[in-house]
């Protein structure tokens, strides 16, 4: 088990100006590899690894993904085999060097090969080849993905006591997959609204999983809006100086394809009034900054 995640008031003028009161808990403190929400999303997985007997898991990503990279230091630190399966063609990012450097054994799918990976029959070769591993969806995807998440939920409360506050409001954070959302919404049990900024734009289907994942009739419960800027892992001048002062002005890093995008979508809707004065708000700091690496020059706008 990992350390606790603690629950810290997040410090930003155009906060206090509004009179909203925004608590953050830095998923990003509780590991230095394994590091923000991939953790909760690897632990019912690993769960069901363990269960089988598996020797060890099998999962895909990106070349800066911040799952693989989670993944991978997992199996390095706790004695498990794990393989990737990346998208694209070989190339060398500080990610990947991680990746090798953690004993993951890559395979590059190329484009097609990874856009295949939604197809029925996708990991039948892959479980032929590697019948001792278990299979993680992409992202830590899936209901174990979202179950794992609930403990989320339950270290924010425990420490509300320490912030001088008896409830909130709802929670913000950055959504990739929906998965982390997804958790929150179940555990929350309807209690309190759970906002998900997207950072793929629509249609990249955020939305099919969470309602994949929690089922009908819980729509009021949560609610996505569009914070990809463009793209996913598109950034733009007004992000990164967004992201530069915010950091400066709350001494937490941040990057900028998530949890800078997310707190940049919080901004907005308190300036267009869409958050209402008195308001308290948990906003998860969902890690990855690994990735921070890949914002290089030539790739920093959209």
């Known amino acids: 088990m990992l350390p606790p995640a603690p629950l810290q008031l997040l410090n930003l003028p155009w906060l206090t100006a509004s009179a909203i009161d925004v608590a953050v808990l830095r998923l990003d403190l509780i590991d230095p590899l394994i590091s923000g929400n991939k953790w909760f999303k690897l632990s019912h997985h690993l769960d069901q690894a363990k269960r089988i007997g598996a020797q060890g898991v099998i999962s895909l990503g990106g070349t800066h993904s911040n799952h693989l990279h989670a993944l991978a230091a997992a199996g390095q630190r706790f004695g498990f085999e794990t393989v990737g399966l990346l998208r694209g063609n070989p190339v060398q ?44 969806p992409e992202g830590g995807g899936g209901l174990d993905g979202a179950l794992g998440c609930a403990d989320i939920v339950r270290q924010a409360q425990a420490q509300l006591g320490a912030l001088g506050w008896d409830d909130y409001h709802g929670w913000w954070l950055a959504c990739g997959t929906g998965t982390t959302l997804a958790g929150l919404v179940l555990a929350e049990e309807g209690r309190h609204k759970v906002f998900g900024a997207m950072a793929v734009p629509q249609g990249h289907g955020v939305a099919e999983n969470v309602s994949g994942i929690l089922g009908a009739g819980v729509d009021e419960r949560y609610e996505l809006l569009d914070a990809s800027r463009g793209g996913f892992a ?27 995008k997310a707190l940049l979508a919080l901004k907005q809707a308190v300036a267009s009034g869409r958050i209402n004065s008195g308001t308290r708000l948990i906003f998860v700091h969902t890690g990855g900054l690994q990735g921070k690496r890949a914002v290089s020059p030539r790739n920093r706008t959209a």
Do not use: C, N
Request: hydrophobic residues 35%.
């Open 234 to 260: 598109k950034t733009d001048a007004q992000l990164l100086e967004f992201v530069a002062a915010s950091e400066t002005q709350s001494g937490i890093p941040l990057e900028p394809l998530y949890t800078g």
């Open 93 to 136: 990012t500080p990610t990947v060097r991680d990746l090798d450097a953690f004993g993951m054994e890559l395979h590059w799918l190329g484009y097609a090969g990874y856009r295949a990976r939604h197809e029925a029959d996708f990991w039948r070769p892959w479980q032929t080849r590697y019948p001792h591993l278990y299979p993680i």
